[in-house]
């Protein structure tokens, strides 16, 4: 059967920046990092050229009774 077709998350996604790229996975994922994400402001959100990192956090529902595999793709070759 075809893969389902894709949603686009970035309207449904909180950022955080990281301007001082000090944070780790463990920090973003504390009470205090994690208050400090913001909802995104855009269906595509860009950051422009900067030295910042972004965390990005969205929430994803499997409503079926198996695992189903998902991917995310970034769809932008500039980004790492």
């Excluded at 996604?13 to 944070?23: K, M, N, Q, S, V």
């Excluded at 855009?42 to 900067?50: D, Q």
């Amino acid at each position: 059967s075809p893969p389902p077709a894709g949603v686009a998350v970035g309207a449904l996604a909180d950022i955080l920046e990281d301007p001082g790229t000090a944070l780790t996975v463990e920090d973003v994922a504390s009470g205090e990092a994690a208050s400090r994400f913001v909802p995104s402001p855009r269906a595509e959100p860009g950051f422009g050229f900067t030295s910042s990192v972004y965390w990005v956090r969205f929430s994803v529902e499997n409503p079926a009774d198996r695992a189903v595999p998902w991917y995310l793709e970034v769809d932008y070759p500039l980004h790492d």
